[in-house]
């Protein structure tokens, strides 16, 4: 057993202790069974004496019951009967202990003598019998895995593999299993990336495709021995490119879904802690499905926990694309397939739900353990939440955070009066028990105290005088920096969540208070931000914190890293560092702190970062200072851009981007050295909102010529095909926002003097765009429209670098636009159609004979852009106009012998005149009916522009009837 427990223990008895659990002797008594390095001792339940001590070399041998699952005995001078429900355990423990300890003082190696009876038991067992497993629905089969129990449908069978579960009609349809054994709590905050249940998740996905890629390994293997028998070089070529490119393919995988799992059921009324996370993956066969649990606080001590992964193995499918008739089928497929995914998940979520561990029995013994180690302040934020949540079990030093918090609510009071008067009343009557009992704790002097210095200096000498050993200095160092941080966990939300953190100090260093109550508040954070040297063992010196953190910044120090989490969330440092004309700290500081293995530390700088360049370009934006300021801070982001982490990733791009926003000097910096080959890399990436922010940043850098230059050197064009051809797996599509930027990024590539490759490809993929339905790419109507505008506008750019390219579009594309003329859609797109078109009448003028004859259903159009959107209207008018000029060019006689109505420039004037008049007589009203809201709610704008909108749209349905009627 593992943890804080056997630390304390060990310093109480002044030895190392290897394993500690309850026991029973032969008496009814419980006692406190551990096993040291040199001797084996037994100590009673409240642990007032050590009841038997019994050293190592008087132990002659152990002889295990067979009859009774929890019975040993100990032969030695006498022999002693052990009841322990840990048993297996603690042999193995006690065996370990008694080796090294032979050898240690021998010289030589032995084993520990033990031997198997049938030893009856002298005392009657009390022990509940626990159920294997509760509600066992019908047709499921029990496994268990280590201590665990849980059910599968009967149609999977156990292999000889422990852990694997394979489907009976199909072997690649399987089930895997696997669960650690317990590990320290502690390791959590070491494991860095692995700690987050998502990226552990997306790194054990990798892998698992990696186990799936190795099955063609042999078949790889045989096609190379028979291209080293063949003597055609060039077949040969063509058969290993062949298998390359299946190699790729096969990893090519899609994150469907990716989100937190909560497990459903507890059937056996466990006390721990259990966090989940839950990954739908697509490859080009088959769907896998990854459930990760993280057990967290396992009984006894709760100071360990474990992770259980289960691994579900889709179906085997053919690859090849489904063609699709129309929308009715592709919905009818969509919802089998979301059907028949329902249904395979649940094979997963059920027996995760059903999974139930051998409980160990919790005894009040053990609280007295918990309870010594939150006295000696070795437990973290969220065991101690936990620890109190469940047994109201807290550090006895909780009294001096109460104290302190109280007496800050009451200087805070004159910030604030009716806020901290609350606070303060909510504080008293959720940890009124614990301020009653302050006198045990503290002196009378300190609780009458209001000076908050004489508090701390209570509170270090109040935990110095209880421990004595080691050296004094550096016992002196150690619990300073334990209370400096259990201080810190106190005030920054355990005490009172979300009501009162760290956040609600930092506004009050900006307000008008005095210059005590700031200093107050700068010495809270000094002492809990706890910046000592590294290589100094010594207690903080009071001094300057301004000053300190120069220190910081130089990584002369070691720090409290949620302290500085929370600081940087409160946005202290761009308050009282950045803002007050100390931008070389604060961009020192900001560097530091990312070159941090913390995740959750990189992810709130990140965080800052683009809250602060959003909020200052909307105010002073950002100066000289600033910027020389954020420079180093670049570099650093762009090495965070290349981490496999999507999250940190993403969040770098998202804070490189508001960065290129706000100043163009950023936009250098990013491109140089590989910095091209770095954002063309991520377009490669399997999550939509990564792809969507790498996009933008793209986009965002083009508005210089020279970054142009370095992009398309580095194949970006290439990279955006693949965006528009799609992930190439069934059911899976890019975002519409990451193809709408796609298309703006290819149309500023065309401006530019660099001639695009595979054109045929890229028109055939725009016009796929064009000609789809919205339901295809699974999007809403606005985005839709946006998708098609963007798409034909880039075809009018290829258009003007191409004749090859508009006479294809004449071919195939213009008829498919005509019909859609015809229809009523959006303006947006229909602005971008008259756009093409007018750039195609110029090389093919017989297409004017066309757009005549289409001048009948002018009017409706007409009419829809007016009432739309009255700039849009001009626009199309001029555009038709053009076009109608054009016509009149190439007029002959057939034009003139044809008794057709009056051309479309004719028509477009009139309808204009009627329109003018209508939208008089429309204003006039809506002003009324706008003066009269407003004057009932002036506040809520949305309804107001909810109004005009509604007034809007019946307008133009009566008038769409009445050009319908005409």
Known sequence: MIGNIVQVIGELLNCKVDFLCTAQLSSE???????????????AGKLEKVEMSLEYGKIKGLVISTRVPTMFQIHSDIIIDIYALERKQLIQALRYSWMTDFMHKNFQFKQLPMYKDDIKSNISEKQAILPNLLFTRHGKQIYRNKNYTFSLPEEYISTYQDGVYVHKESQQCKIIIQITDPMPIQLLSQIGEKANLQYYSEMFLEIVLKGINSKDESKKQETNQRSEDSDED??????????TNKKEEILDYWIISSHNYKKRSNLMNDVSEWYGWELHARTQVQDIFIIILRRVHIPPIFETY??????????????????????????????????????????????????????????????????????????????????????KIFPQFMSYALKYLKLLFQRLVLYDKERFLILDKELTQKY?????????????????????????????????????????????????????????????GLLMGSAFSFK??????????????????????????????????????????????????????QYNVNIA????????????????????????????????????????????????????????????????????????????????????????????????????????????????????????????????????????????????????????????????????????????????????ILSVCLVSEVELRNIDHLLILLYNMVTTQADQYFLDQEESVNLKS?????????????????????????????????????????????????????????????????????????????????????????????????????????????????????????????????????????????????KSSMIDDSRITTSILNNKSKINASLLKKSSAQ
Not at 31 to 42: C, G
Not at 467 to 485: A, C, P, T, V
Not at 582 to 590: E, K, T
Not at 802 to 823: G, T, W, Y
């Open 29 to 43: 008594k419980k006692y406190f069974a551990v096993v040291a390095s040199d001797r084996l001792l037994f100590i």
């Open 234 to 243: 060039g077949k040969i070529q063509d058969e290993d490119q062949q298998e």
């Open 432 to 492: 009124g028990f614990i301020l009653k009992n302050l006198k045990d704790y503290m002196t009378e002097t300190v609780e009458n105290d209001e000076n908050l210095q004489a508090l701390f200096d209570a509170f270090e000498q109040a935990s110095f005088v209880r421990d004595k050993s080691g050296n004094e200095e550096e016992r002196k160092f150690i619990w300073q920096q334990k209370l400096s941080n259990y201080m810190g966990i106190c005030l920054d």
């Open 790 to 934: 963007e798409a034909l506008y880039v075809m009018s750019k290829m258009c003007h670098k191409s004749a090859e390219v508009k006479k294809k579009v004449n071919q195939e594309c213009v008829p498919f636009l005509l019909k859609l003329m015809e229809k009523l859609t959006y303006h947006q797109v229909q602005e971008k159609i008259i756009m093409l078109l007018c750039i195609l009448i110029k090389e093919n003028k017989e297409w004017a004979l066309d757009w005549l004859q289409m001048q009948i259903k002018l009017q409706d159009i007409l009419t829809t852009y007016h009432n739309n959107d009255i700039q849009s209207s001009n626009y199309l008018l001029s555009q038709i106009k053009f076009i109608d000029d054009e016509a009149k060019k190439v007029k002959n006689e057939e034009m003139k012998r044809s008794k057709l109505a009056p051309t479309a420039s004719v028509i477009a004037e009139q309808m204009m005149e009627q329109l003018q008049q209508q939208e008089s007589t429309i204003q006039d009203n809506n002003k009324k009916s706008i003066v009269s809201e407003g």
């Open 565 to 744: 989490k929370s600081l940087i969330e409160a946005n202290f440092f761009s308050q009282e560092v950045l803002l007050q004309e100390r931008s070389g700290l604060y961009s020192s500081l900001i560097c530091y702190f990312l070159q941090s293995e913390n995740v959750d530390m990189i992810v709130a700088i990140c965080r800052h970062i683009i809250n602060f360049q959003a909020e200052i370009k909307h105010t002073t934006g950002l100066t000289e200072a600033m910027i020389t300021a954020f420079k180093p801070i670049s570099v650093e982001l762009i090495r965070l851009y290349r981490s496999h982490n999507r999250t940190i990733a993403t969040l770098a791009c998202a804070s490189l981007f508001n960065l290129c926003t706000n100043s163009r000097e950023f936009k250098y910096i990013i491109l140089n050295d590989d910095g091209a080959s770095l954002l063309v890399s991520k377009l490669v990436t399997k999550d939509n909102f990564l792809l969507h922010f790498a996009l933008k940043l793209i986009y965002c850098v083009m508005s210089i010529t020279q970054n142009i230059e370095k992009l398309l050197a580095a194949n970006l064009t290439d990279y955006l095909y693949k965006v528009l051809e799609g992930p190439q797996i069934k059911g899976c599509q890019y975002d519409a926002r990451c193809l709408i930027t796609t298309c703006q």
């Open 306 to 391: 474990q992770e259980i992964l289960f691994v579900l193995y889709g179906q085997e499918q053919n690859a090849k694309e489904q063609v699709l008739v129309n929308d009715r089928d592709l919905l009818k497929l969509t919802l089998e397939q979301d059907l028949e995914e329902h249904a395979f998940k649940n094979v997963l979520r059920n027996a995760i739900d059903s999974l139930s561990c051998k409980m160990f029995i919790f005894e009040k013994q053990y609280q007295i353990f918990i309870q010594l180690s939150a006295d000696r302040l070795l437990y973290n934020r969220q065991t101690l939440n936990f620890i109190y949540n469940k047994f």
């Open 504 to 557: 609600d100090l930092v506004p009050v260093l900006q307000a008008k208070v005095s210059m005590e109550l700031k200093t107050i508040i700068l010495e809270l954070f000094d002492y809990c931000l706890y910046a000592v040297p590294k290589k100094e063992c010594r207690p903080i010196k009071k001094g300057n914190f301004i000053k300190r953190l120069e220190e910081l910044a130089s990584n002369k120090y």
